[in-house]
Each structure stands twice: as C-alpha cells, then as structure tokens.
C-alpha cells in the first residue's frame, strides 16, 4: 500500500452477549412474550432459563425492529468484545472517536522500557544507532514492515532521545530503574550484556512520561473494545467503507470477520437475509 509493507491487524473475538437480552428489553416494550418463537423468551416471565436467553441466535422481532421500523435502541443491550493486536496509534486517533464504546488501550506510559533500554545500552556501543536499530527491529514495535524505512523512523527516534540525553543531565535516572543503576558501570562498554540485565530488571515506573515524544502513528497498539451492536452497526457503516482511511478499514474489515452473522444479521443490509 503506498509502496509501502504493511502488517494488519489480528482481532479475536472475546464474548458476545448473545441476542436474548435484546428480545427480552423489546418484549417487555411491548408486553408480548407470548409471540416469541424463541421458548426461552416466551416463558421469560415465568421461568428464567438464562443459558438458553444467552444462546437465541435468532430472533424475529429483532429482525423487524432493526430493518422495517428502524427501531435501534434495543439492539443495544447485545454487546461485543473484540481483542485487537497489532493497529496503529494513527488508528487509534480515528477509532477513539466512536464514543460509544468501551476501551482499553496498551500504555506507552507504562510499557516503553525496551526502547529507552535499547538506547541507554546503545550508548555503551562504539556503533549506537546500529545497535539501537537492530533491537527496536527485533521489538517489532511498527505497522510498516519495510526495513528501509524503519530505518528512517527508528534513526528519528534515535536522534530525539539524543537530543534529551545530551541536554539533560537527569536522563539517565528519568529512564533507569534505581535498581538497575548499577549494571551501567558494572557493564561499561558491553551494550549487549547491558541491555539485557536493563530487560530482565525493574522496569522503571511511568517511563512514558518523559519519552512519549519519540512516538509515531506507525507505533503498535494492542486494545480491548466492547461495542453495543448498534454502535458497532455505525463503526462499520463508516468504517468499513471505501471512503474511510485504508489503516481503519483493515480493522473494521478483521472485527467483521469475526463478529457472528446472528448480529450481522440486523446491523449489515449485506446479511440480512443469510
């Protein structure tokens, strides 16, 4: 894509809420148990069977509220929970924009230490920045697969965290666990063996704080989302979309992939009738 190697991302299926719920809230709109085709639903109010409320993988009702009377307020009690691996933070700008959702995102705040690792190593190495470039290609930490230009993109960050380094006579301590101060001298002049005591060792609280700078759109992002199915039915209209960023679309198209068709079924014209 834009002579560019790209990774897409992986999305698993975490839970599904099942359509039961949904009946159930627009029966109780209605007061018309008695018409469910659905056992479960029809006997709600007599007998809960909560397995078989949580199993309905059809219902007609549904089907009519979402598709003759637009009537989307129900579908709201079906939710889904989608674990997604390996977007991009130029993604998670766009997809944090759909408000109605539940999110939990990886932290650079918390979870950066093997970057500044790599570049507090780096500087016991008569060759930093090629040190530096083959442990952050080992990290994998970036959308695009094309070497040439993450050389590119890892030299940048290189050159800021230098810049800091070389203006601020704290970094050292702003990126170094206290506990692991002492590797710095004890493995003066071995980048390689450093670098792996600093990896193995305490990971220094809040590293991002100072760093996040360094970060690109093309920076990984793995998260945790759960939509109700008439919000993801809005995701995917724009989403899912010639019209919207090639990046999002691949997310949109893998969160499709693995939703079930029993909630396609009212929320994509394309399913509707399979």
């Not at 639903?41 to 397995?51: E, S, T, W």
């Not at 009537?71 to 933070?89: K, M, N, P």
Request: charged content about 25%; hydrophobic content about 40%.
């Amino acid at each position: 894509m834009y002579q560019l190697a790209y990774e897409k991302p992986k999305v698993t299926l975490l839970q599904e809420s099942g359509l039961g719920v949904a009946e159930i809230a627009a029966r109780t709109c209605y007061d018309s148990f008695e018409n469910s085709e659905n056992e479960a639903v029809k006997n709600a109010m007599q007998h809960l069977d909560i397995d078989a409320i949580n199993s309905i993988a059809d219902s007609d009702l549904l089907n009519n509220l979402a598709w003759v009377h637009h009537h989307h307020s129900i579908i709201e009690h079906a939710t889904l929970s989608y674990l997604v691996q390996g977007t991009s933070r130029g993604v998670l700008q766009e997809h944090a924009r759909h408000r109605l959702q539940a999110i939990s995102v990886r932290s650079t705040r918390y979870t950066m230490s093997s970057v500044i690792n790599a570049f507090v190593a780096s500087l016991e190495s008569k060759e930093a920045f090629p040190f530096f470039l083959e442990k952050l290609l080992e990290l994998e930490l970036f959308v695009i697969h094309d070497n040439d230009y993450l050389a590119i993109e890892i030299r940048s960050i290189f050159d800021k965290l230098m810049f800091q380094y070389e203006r601020d006579g704290a970094f050292i301590i702003s990126a170094v666990a206290k506990s692991s101060l002492p590797y710095l001298e004890a493995h003066k002049g071995n980048a390689q063996v450093l670098f792996e005591k600093l990896q193995r060792g305490k990971k220094k609280r809040n590293v991002g704080d100072k760093f996040k700078h360094i970060v690109s759109d093309n920076w990984k992002v793995d998260m945790v989302i759960t939509f109700n199915i008439r919000s993801l039915k809005n995701y995917f209209d724009l989403r899912d979309s010639g019209a919207a960023w090639f990046q999002i679309r691949w997310l949109a198209e893998a969160m499709k992939e693995v939703t079930p068709i029993k909630y396609l079924r009212l929320i994509d014209k394309e399913y509707k009738n399979k």
